[in-house]
């Protein structure tokens, strides 16, 4: 059975960073795209970023670009988000999520969602 667990939100003030961790297990296929997502109070859920495991492929929402940082431990199955310069419109519940497609763009898509992590940032 997948499971995807999330680790290292919290409150961070603004301009501040913080990383998530999400590690997989039980996964089928060696080959999927991995990331994040996250939904803002009132808001629907937007992907974050995704990597490729089968192309090495980074993604970016254009929100986070130039900010946000994915990277991937394949020997502990983990992926990493490092945020940085943090804003209060960041503050959302980020969920790990997996999808055995190309791509990560739409969350009807996803085949595995992680429980979510709470980011706040303060202004």
């Known amino acids: 059975q997948a499971q995807l667990a999330e680790s290292g939100g919290g409150l961070v003030q603004s301009g501040g960073s913080l990383r998530l961790s999400c590690t997989a297990s039980?996964?089928?296929?060696?080959?999927?795209?991995i990331g994040w997502f996250r939904q803002a109070p009132g808001k629907e859920r937007e992907p974050v970023s995704c990597f490729s495991t089968s192309r090495g492929r980074k993604d970016y929402a254009d929100s986070v670009k130039g900010r946000f940082t994915i990277s991937r431990d394949s020997r502990k199955n983990t992926v990493y988000l490092q945020m940085n310069s943090l804003k209060p419109e960041d503050t959302a519940v980020y969920y790990c999520v997996v999808s055995f497609g190309d791509s990560c763009r739409e969350a009807k898509y996803m085949d595995h969602w992680g429980k979510g992590t709470l980011v706040t940032v303060s202004s």
């Open positions: 039980g996964l089928v296929s060696d080959y999927y795209v």
